[in-house]
């Protein structure tokens, strides 16, 4: 490693780092498939899957051996390049909004400038994650439209117009957040709620509960999930805009969905939950005196925070019911975004009553 | 760096420029569209003007194109059918344009100084957000025409909703 090519080893580094977020998230879009199928299998007094290794644990291993050998179907009256680069831009959006989360504390490379548990610190790295999130509608409205099928196009134009309605909710909850952090860097955000530890946090000491519960139903809306899974509404659209879709192609959108719900929580983590920080705060930090345990919990914390959230995922998909589909517009339209803007109104307020 | 950036992503904002004339199906002229809108948030970032790269991308590329590409969808368009085209923008076209354009950058080139220069931002070259600047600049002097732009689009707003209510 030599010290007169900063950039290359800037380069170098960066590249390790993707890789290894990458291998790591696809993991964990593996095993939370795994996860789902165990607890709904537990929520609904039955097993899940148990048969493969021990506890089932090799199931996401043998899945996708499944999906890779599979014939890769292309039905005849599909738009060829869309048909092929919808699932492409689904997964390419999820994975890509990862690299802005920041996994543990902030802990540079020993003489260079790169931060070990961030793959991009941007200041404005949650309007990129917005960004990202709302390209990666274009992979479901295409995908819908290019199968050339009534039930897909059903199900991307449900999709997408529920994705663009619970954007603005979403986006409008995160302001209140945003104001108190004065940044949009997640680092930022993140520093701004470490003081005290759970009580610091945004849902408790900041006052942001109102703006966490709009932006948890607004996220389940963006992802596609129960109780707002009305796109692929199995009932009414067989499988809606992956119908068509079959082998890897499928199982991209698959991994999108997943890998959508793991950043959604890792979000949720940041801007609400304090990121890596305890929930202790500082009051056990003189006994983890090494490098390694002042490195490695954090990441646990973050870990253990983001893993919450996942099983609250699944727990409400056993839990409720779908929504209506009129029923689901006007409860983004009137209710979630008026009290998100009186969420940032009186964020506002309060911030200038004490400031 | 920032050449290598310019080169490519000018590049590919011209090529989509010239597939979205150049494709028969409107779905794929609009998704060109998007690659221009994409490449010129880049290029906006490159120049150190990182909030309004965001915003064009959450804005054009996320929310405009996504409801023009949704139009495209629900109307089922299929592909465009060709006219000849009437002759005087055949003829007059090319050198109109090309007038135009050495007519911006010469008044641009000879008027640069008079224009003056503005400070974008220094994330290019180090740390630094420009956010704070532009909400500064937007809530202070620039503060009237902000406000009455909010209006403007409120009352498009309003209109839209009078003109869909009569067909209720």
């Known amino acids: ?355 | 760096m920032q050449i290598a950036l310019f080169t490519i992503f000018g590049l590919l904002a011209v090529a989509g420029a010239l597939n979205l004339l150049l494709q028969r199906h409107p779905i794929n002229s609009a998704l060109s569209l998007v690659v221009v809108m994409m490449s010129l948030a880049v290029l906006y970032w490159s120049l150190g003007a990182e909030f309004l790269a965001a915003a064009q991308v959450i804005v054009y590329s996320g929310a405009i194109m996504v409801l023009f590409v949704f139009v495209i969808m629900l109307l089922n368009a299929g592909a465009e059918e060709h006219t000849r085209g009437s002759r005087v923008a055949a003829i007059v076209g090319f050198p109109g344009a090309a007038a135009i354009f050495c007519l911006l950058s010469f008044v641009f080139l000879s008027e640069r100084h008079r224009l003056g220069t503005t400070r974008l931002g220094d994330s290019v070259t180090g740390v630094g957000s420009n956010i704070s600047e532009i909400s500064h600049t937007l809530f202070t002097s620039l503060l009237l025409p902000f406000e009455v732009t909010s209006i403007l689009i409120l009352v498009a707003i309003l209109g839209a909703v009078v003109l869909a209510r009569k067909e209720l």
């Open chain 1, 1 to 355: 490693m030599t010290q007169s090519h900063p950039f290359l080893l800037f380069l170098a580094l960066s590249i390790v780092k993707i890789a290894v977020v990458l291998v790591i998230t696809l993991m964990a879009v593996a095993y939370t498939v795994l996860l789902e199928r165990k607890v709904l299998g537990r929520l609904q007094n039955r097993w899940g899957p148990s048969r493969t290794g021990p506890f089932g644990l090799l199931q996401p291993l043998a899945d996708g051996i499944k999906l890779f050998l599979k014939e890769d179907m292309m039905p005849l009256a599909v738009e060829r390049p869309l048909f092929i680069a919808a699932p492409i831009i689904a997964l390419a959006c999820a994975l890509v909004s990862i690299s802005m989360v920041p996994f543990g504390k902030h802990t540079l490379v020993p003489g260079t400038g790169v931060d070990i548990f961030q793959v991009a610190d941007l200041n404005i790295g949650l309007l990129v994650i917005l960004g990202i999130t709302s390209i990666g509608v274009y992979g479901i409205a295409l995908s819908g439209w290019s199968s050339n099928n009534k039930y897909s196009l059903f199900g991307s134009l449900r999709a997408t117009a529920q994705m663009i309605s619970y954007e603005l909710a979403l986006g409008l909850s995160l302001v209140g957040v945003v104001l108190r952090a004065q940044s949009l860097s997640l680092r930022d955000i993140v520093a701004s709620q470490s003081a005290h530890g759970l009580w610091s946090w945004n849902v408790l000491g900041g006052c942001q509960i109102i703006a966490f519960f709009i932006y948890l139903m607004a996220a389940y809306a963006e992802t596609n999930r129960s109780p707002f899974d009305l796109p692929e509404a199995e009932s009414e659209l067989v499988a809606g805009y992956h119908t068509e879709y079959s082998s890897m192609k499928f199982a991209m959108f698959f991994m999108a969905e997943y890998a959508n719900m793991i950043t959604v929580a890792c979000v949720a983590t940041l801007l609400f939950f304090g990121g890596a920080g305890s929930p202790f705060g500082h009051l056990f930090d003189h006994f983890g005196n090494g490098w390694f345990l002042a490195a490695a919990l954090p990441v646990f914390w973050f870990v253990a925070k983001v893993f919450a959230f996942l099983l609250l995922y699944i727990w409400v998909r056993g839990t409720l019911p779908r929504f209506r589909y009129d029923q689901l517009m006007g409860f983004g339209w009137k209710f979630l975004l008026p009290v998100a803007m009186l969420n940032i109104l009186a964020t506002a307020l309060a911030l200038a009553y004490h400031g």
